[in-house]
């Protein structure tokens, strides 16, 4: 049975054809409570094209969203603009339900789809800037190398001035609407925000060159169609200028205090440390890992200045949940951050010792040294966590003060 999913219109000959998948919740490695979407685009031109497709499991909702407008037989092109499962896991049946005249990737693109489906079928390779005619319209192809796989490039519709991009300007929201005039701005800031931080964070220096390279080439850009969440056509300057930003990651007076504790111990230190951080004229930002994700930490650490990690020992070693935490972190390579480690121990402070360890490995220019409470803290060593906020805190406003002259 046909299912009666409907395409939406983009543009007067663009339509979003993708799929919603309000059931996701966790995306390798980062929280999404909020679920996601994966996006495809047909362009009703001469030469009707397909811009990306979507997870295997949906493929036939988006199938079902092309027949509402017109046969996927008829489909001419398709585009591949980022090999990852989300956005290829049904090509394979795609093209062979199509039959396309042509596929079109990336040269790593090419290379990628082939690893990973091994295909028997010739997908071309378009290069850098190379323009591609779909009768009464053109498509201009630009590799964007590692944003966030090597294959990754945008396509640009020209008559429509529409930038297809994507993973990058997106997000992972699942929402009926399909559009960022549609949606509560509080909502899209967040998650896109999120995304950059979990997804993009590790190639800030190729997006400040990718914006730099798009400002170099002056055309027009009246919507931007990402491969996740809303289609952008009201607040496209807005979300290239989020984009500049953040990539930039100047740090601010936010300070992020992520910890986790055994029976209370590191806990109680961290909230003295807290109360420190706002003494002297920090924002401290407090995450216990027993209810913040590592993609909320991550989300955090974006506009922060200072990232204090909290640890007890066990077993000789870092607690569990904060290693987890480290690890994630240290790939998304967040820079300019001033930081410590704290912690409280029994009869090892290991685990202190371990987090400051997995800070150097991370470029964290730490302040003073590891902050360690045997036992259970007392009113002195919770004075200490304080005095300890306090200095960091200071550290932050000179940090800060430097980036602002």
């Known amino acids: 049975m046909q299912q009666p999913f409907k395409a939406v219109k983009v543009t007067d000959n663009v339509y979003w054809v993708g799929a919603i998948d309000w059931g996701l919740r966790y995306f390798h490695g980062y929280s999404t409570e909020r679920g996601s979407t994966y996006n495809a685009f047909l362009i009703l031109a001469d030469k009707i094209t397909l811009v990306d497709t979507v997870k295997a499991p949906f493929r036939a909702e988006m199938l079902s969203r092309i027949k509402s407008i017109t046969d996927p037989e008829k489909i001419d092109y398709i585009i591949s603009n980022h090999s990852e499962m989300d956005h290829t896991g049904c090509l394979p049946e795609v093209i062979e339900t199509v039959g396309p005249e042509r ?80 949606i509560d701005r509080g909502i899209w800031e967040y998650e896109a925000r999120k995304y950059f931080a979990n997804i993009l964070l590790p190639y800030a220096p190729q997006v400040t060159k990718l914006l730099e390279k798009l400002s170099k080439l002056r055309f027009s850009i009246k919507t931007i169609a990402p491969d996740h969440g809303p289609v952008w056509r009201r607040d496209v300057n807005k979300v290239l200028d989020l984009y500049s930003e953040w990539a930039l990651q100047r740090p601010t007076k936010k300070a992020v205090v992520v910890y986790d504790t055994m029976w209370g111990s590191t806990g109680r230190m961290a909230a003295a440390i807290g109360d420190g951080l706002k003494q002297g004229g ?124």
């Not at 040269?107 to 690893?115: D, F, N, P, R, T």
């Open 103 to 182: 596929v079109f990737a990336s040269a790593m693109g090419v290379k990628a789809l082939s690893e990973h489906f091994h295909l028997d079928r010739e997908i071309v390779a378009v290069k850098d800037g190379e323009k591609l005619s779909l009768g009464n319209m053109v498509l201009t192809f630009f590799e964007t190398r590692m944003l966030h796989w090597p294959d990754s490039m945008f396509t640009y519709l020209v008559e429509e001035e529409l930038l297809f991009s994507q993973d990058a300007f997106g997000m992972h929201l699942a929402t009926s609407e399909r559009f960022d005039d549609e």
């Open 282 to 405: 920090a924002s401290p930002k407090l995450m216990p890992l027993r209810s913040c994700t590592r993609s909320d930490v991550a989300t955090e650490i974006l506009e922060a200045g200072a990232l204090l990690v909290g640890s007890p020992t066990l077993n000789n070693n870092i607690f569990p949940t904060v290693a987890d935490v480290l690890t994630y972190l240290k790939g998304l390579k967040p820079r300019n951050l001033i930081g410590g480690a704290f912690g409280s121990y029994g009869w090892s402070p290991a685990g202190v010792e371990q987090v400051w360890e997995a800070l150097t490995e991370m470029k964290v220019d730490l302040v003073g040294e590891p902050l360690k409470v045997k036992y259970v803290p007392d009113s002195g060593s919770l004075e200490q966590c304080v005095s300890w906020g306090a200095s960091i805190a200071e550290r932050l406003k000179e940090l800060c003060g430097r980036e602002t002259t």
